[in-house]
């Protein structure tokens, strides 16, 4: 007998939200359109920096393993990276592991998997806004706040 723990995964692509180590998406992958909509979220995504402080309509949301390049000549660390879809259709993307877990609460909160053609909050988005604070030791934290 063994004491290991074995996780099966009984996704598929059709599912609306699949956690497959940390890949998590809110879009219905049984759709083409939304299979298009997921390449391009993974592939043109504007850096969430660039929209400090700015209102945004999150309708979707994907994640995905990553890596962190270091900046100060450490090694690289794995990350998540966060692919948020805007009602406007635009894709804001970020490594912060703020706004992974910020993510991950409006998935938790206002996901219904049994209707994932609604995204999030069913149809209407969740409104927010990417605030930046500054730790102690100089590091900084994103989140996403809602408003």
């Given at each position: 007998m063994t004491t290991d723990i074995m996780t099966i995964d009984n996704t598929d692509n059709g599912d609306a939200i699949q956690i497959n180590g940390e890949f998590v998406s809110t879009l219905n992958m049984s759709d083409p359109a939304a299979k298009v909509k997921a390449y391009n979220a993974l592939s043109d995504a504007i850096s969430l920096n660039d929209v400090m402080g700015a209102t945004l309509t999150i309708v979707d949301i994907l994640t995905f393993?990553?890596?962190?390049?270091?900046?100060?000549?450490?090694?690289?660390?794995?990350?998540?990276?966060?692919?948020?879809?805007?009602?406007?259709?635009?894709?804001?993307?970020?490594?912060?592991?703020?706004?992974?877990?910020?993510?991950?609460?409006?998935?938790?909160?206002?996901?219904?998997?049994?209707?994932?053609?609604?995204?999030?909050?069913?149809?209407?988005?969740?409104?927010c806004v990417c605030k930046e604070q500054t730790l102690r030791n100089g590091n900084t934290i994103k989140k996403l706040s809602l408003i």
């Open positions: 393993p990553g890596v962190r390049k270091s900046r100060d000549g450490s090694a690289d660390k794995p990350c998540v990276n966060v692919a948020l879809i805007d009602a406007d259709g635009s894709v804001y993307f970020s490594q912060s592991e703020g706004v992974y877990n910020s993510a991950m609460r409006m998935v938790s909160l206002w996901f219904d998997p049994t209707h994932p053609e609604n995204g999030l909050n069913n149809g209407q988005g969740i409104k």
